[in-house]
């Protein structure tokens, strides 16, 4: 007998293909990635919503405990989604979905009251003890701290310990003294006058004296340190009128050359009646000396930049300029107006009229070889201060003589 039989057959469940964006995303990963498109950091959102950062960082990971208020959570949640450009009403739908939170009736005490307060020693401040992502966690007191720092700053110590103590050593010894009994008796140093040989002979003295040595006197070591005299005399010359005077030619006592013979009509010694001249001094170094004859700034500087002379000269002002072995520089600002006088000789002008001339220096040798003699009749100003000149050094002298 053949029996009929038949098996069940196992249904095949159909497995849905699963693509690469078939997964779930929670409402705090689509705001994060939304703020993340915008560029803007838990911040920025605080300061332009005037939210607080860890309301919203609580608002993306669906956290209702974190906000004090329940009450406006739901204003948060939905003013964080226009923000974002997100639908507010689906953005709290799904916040209550994730999160669990229900919304409480307006007057109930859920909805109005603070939520418990735990019991914690102290204040929670978010910034102090953060609890959030965005802000990292404070280190620990050592936690900057290396190991080998510790070593070096120990060898540090000691360095500078060693370097300490040896100075301080090195000061006592410096500053200890010595006392050794001797068996002279101490004598008073301020009697002892070292020129005349220690004031006692050396045997009551009882030093050893150096064989052969001899104290200088007190007349050797002065003319020793006595200044030198001079190898030719030093003469200030007299004023101009003065010096100009002549005994042997002008006055009633001036002697004739009968009364003494080689003396010349004009008053001057012949060599043959008195004999040689004796010139105790030499010639002056002719020196160079500034006329103006009209307004003009001037300024004279030294070799070494020093300013020896400035000031607006005015017509008939004279400057002797210093003879230094660097001859002096001239600026002057107008150049037609100041001559230069060398050995009763005028040369110039400095320049054309109007013009500014700079570092000319002030030697005779570069004076008269650059300028030539000034013609008095081509500047009127410049032959009216001759002539007052001449006048102030006659006038004296010829006063003298009447």
Known sequence: MIRRGFRRVKEEQAVE???????????GDLMRGERATIGKSLLDVQRELKIKAAYIAAIENSDPTAFDTPGFIAGYVRSYARYLNMDPDWAFDTFCTESGFATAHGMSE?????????????????FATPA????????????????????????????????GFGGYTVLQEVQKVQLAPVENTPTVVADIDPLAGGGLPAADAGVDVVAGFEAPTSESLDRLYRPQALDAPVLVPRDGPIARLNPASNGALAPTSAERPGLLEDGSTS?????????????????????????????VRAADGTV??????????????????????????????VYFAVNGAHYGPVGPRGQVT??????????????????????????EVVRVAEVQVLTPAQDLDQ
Do not use: C, H
């Open 358 to 383: 700079s570092n000319l220096a002030l030697s005779v040798d570069n004076l008269t070889t650059s300028y030539a003699v000034a013609d008095l009749t081509a500047d009127s100003d410049l032959a």
């Open 17 to 27: 293909t699963a693509g690469f964006d078939a997964f779930e995303l929670r409402l």
């Open 271 to 299: 060599l043959a009646g008195v004999g040689p001249n004796i010139q105790v001094t030499e010639n002056p170094i002719p020196g160079v000396q500034l006329v103006a004859v009209r307004d003009a700034w001037v300024r």
């Open 132 to 163: 959030t992502p965005f802000i990292p966690a404070g280190d620990a007191m050592f936690a900057a701290v290396e190991p080998r720092a510790i070593g070096s700053f120990a060898v540090l110590i000691a360095l500078i310990g060693g370097l």
């Open 110 to 126: 859920q909805a109005s009251g603070a939520k418990p307060v735990k019991a914690v020693p102290f204040e929670k401040d978010i």
């Open 308 to 337: 020896l002379y400035e000031t607006v000269m005015s017509a008939g002002d004279t400057y002797n300029v210093p003879q230094t072995e660097d001859p002096a520089t001239l600026r002057i600002g107008e150049s037609g107006a």
